[in-house]
T-cell receptor
């Protein structure tokens, strides 16, 4: 079975540009997580969707960040405008129910560098 | 609020030696506990998890962990490591009935030849 698929794997962009990260969930999963990983802050949960509905977006840093789930299998994370401090690895992860005790499956990450 | 502490940021160990990666958690209610591994330039993948039942949990690649409620610990062990075990290891906890995973800061295991 295909795992969580993220694109692009690597992105280098200039400050002020819009960045869109994409994620395809594992078939049959109905919960979606976006995480950000940096050396300074480790793994941070940005937003959590369940059945396409955003349940918890308290981790979204500021209004420059937005996430959508237009259908049950796909999500985007957008940063507009991007800033150098947004440089990080962004992980998408999915699970089958979103309740505790269920394994979350991570994609391989999108490595973002904003210069 | 719950939290996870991984006391060791880096652990160097020689190949075929045993290793223990430490994880302590803080919570006043029931928790589920996980260990994930992250190989270089990859995402995290599940090694093992404790939900209930036997406190000794076996995972993939020969790893195991023991849940100790009195010491609020969930240490990861492997009796004999390989070069290929070089990676970063994350302990995580969720509260029973919630979706939010709290990850530790990670322990970088470096296996030396």
């Amino acid at each position: 079975d295909a795992g969580v698929i993220q694109s692009p794997r690597h992105e280098v962009t200039e400050m002020g540009q819009e960045v869109t990260l994409r994620c395809k969930l594992i078939s049959g999963h109905n919960s979606l997580f976006w995480y950000r990983q940096t050396m300074m802050r480790g793994l941070e949960l940005l937003i959590y969707f369940n059945n396409n509905v955003p349940i918890d977006d308290s981790g979204m840093p500021e209004d420059r960040f937005s996430a959508k789930m237009p259908n049950a299998s796909f999500s985007t994370l957008k940063i507009q405008p991007s800033e150098p401090r947004d440089s990080a690895v962004y992980f998408c992860a999915s699970s089958s129910t979103g309740s505790s005790g269920n394994t979350i499956y991570f994609g391989e990450g999108s490595w973002l560098t904003v210069v | 609020a719950q939290s996870v502490t991984q006391l060791d940021s880096q652990v160097p160990v020689f190949e075929e030696a045993p290793v223990e990666l430490r994880c302590n958690y803080s919570s006043s209610v029931s928790v589920y506990l996980f260990w994930y591994v992250q190989y270089p330039n990859q995402g995290l993948q599940l090694l093992l998890k404790y939900l209930s039942g036997s406190t000794l949990v076996k995972g993939i690649n020969g790893f195991e962990a023991e849940f100790n409620k009195s010491q609020t610990s969930f240490h990861l062990r492997k009796p004999s490591v390989h070069i290929s075990d070089t990676a970063e290891y994350f302990c995580a906890v969720t509260l029973s009935g919630t979706y939010k995973y709290i990850f530790g800061t990670g322990t970088r295991l470096k296996v030396l030849a």
